[in-house]
């Protein structure tokens, strides 16, 4: 297997440089997307929905609620 550098232009695959290929000769590839950070916004990814908020403090409420019982007993 070779890792090839390529970019996606036009709807054809270029590769960054010639491949040691023969004219006609068939290729099965694997395509992974090279990261960048501009795709991700990190702020949106690490702040809590609504929901997580919601279930994080039931959660931690019960939790607390059922130390409390253990105390008192």
């Not at 970019?7 to 023969?22: D, H, Q, S, T």
């Not at 809590?48 to 609620?65: F, K, N, T």
């Amino acid at each position: 297997m070779t890792v090839v550098r390529a970019r996606y232009e036009n709807g054809n695959l270029v590769p960054a440089k010639a491949l040691p290929l023969a004219p006609g000769e068939d290729v099965s590839i694997v395509v992974l997307r090279v990261s960048r950070a501009a795709r991700w916004d990190l702020s949106r990814l690490a702040a809590p929905s609504d929901e997580e908020e919601y279930l994080s403090e039931v959660g931690l409420s019960a939790w607390a609620d059922g130390l409390d019982a253990e105390d008192e007993a």
